[in-house]
């Protein structure tokens, strides 16, 4: 069963717009909501992520703002540039007993226009 | 540089044809992973190795067939594949198993013929 779902699948955002993607999840043994950045050719990356102790955490210009109680979690892109065209994807850790594993959405494919 | 190399980042191959792919951690770390990326698709998580051992298959075809000689290096050794195994592997490390950070290859982009 899916336990991750991403939004939207694709995404196109003006230079200077801002961009949001969210994941919602269903598994409530989740404890760590990363998001991952992936360039055409190469592998993803770890982007930014937060705990669910904190309701939002900024690097630079890419902010997660995590809901707990609605099972969300988002990447909000700021003043968006076209080298952050990319593919993204938010891999929430779910914990079962002493294992622990990332847990990958579909992806949203960004297209920033210059 | 993400410090995970993966070889070789094309391949093609028939149907009966007995090929390996190659992955390399230079960052000192235990644990190794596959993934399987498809289009439109979550990436799948096919073989987790820490510290040699393997610790996970998820529910992985025998035709897929992992090696793990040493914390460093990772295989895949691929044989009889069918087209719909055609996909982007991507090969990852992190500190242990279950870490937080996972470090991505850049992938080795596979087709079936």
């Known amino acids: 069963q899916q336990q991750v779902k991403q939004s939207p699948q694709s995404l196109i955002v003006q230079k200077g717009g801002i961009s949001i993607i969210n994941c919602a999840y269903e598994n409530t043994a989740f404890d760590y909501f990363p998001w991952y950045q992936q360039f055409p050719g190469k592998g993803p990356a770890l982007l930014i992520a937060i705990r669910p102790d904190v309701s939002e955490k900024k690097e630079g210009r890419f902010t997660i703002s995590f809901n707990k109680s609605a099972k969300q979690f988002s990447l909000h892109i700021m003043d968006s540039q076209p080298g952050d065209s990319a593919t993204y994807f938010c891999?929430?850790?779910?914990?079962?007993?002493?294992?622990?594993?990332?847990?990958f959405g579909s992806g949203t494919q960004l297209t920033v226009l210059p | 540089e993400t410090g995970v190399t993966q070889t070789p980042r094309h391949l093609v191959m028939g149907m009966t044809n007995k090929k390996s792919l190659k992955c390399e951690q230079h960052?000192?770390?235990?644990?190794m992973y596959w993934y399987k990326q498809s289009a439109k698709k979550p990436l799948e998580l096919m073989f987790v190795y820490n510290f040699k051992e393997q610790t996970e298959n998820n529910s992985v075809p025998s035709r897929f067939s992992p090696e793990c000689p040493n914390s460093s290096h990772l295989f895949l050794h691929l044989h009889t594949l069918q087209p719909e195994d055609s996909a982007l592997y991507l090969c990852?490390?992190?500190?242990?198993?279950?870490?937080?950070?996972?470090?991505f290859g850049s992938g080795t982009q596979l087709s079936v013929l």
């Open positions: 891999a929430p850790r779910v914990v079962s007993g002493s294992a622990r594993q990332l847990t």
């Open positions: 990852a490390s992190s500190q242990e198993e279950g870490r937080e950070k996972l470090f």
């Open positions: 960052l000192g770390h235990n644990a």
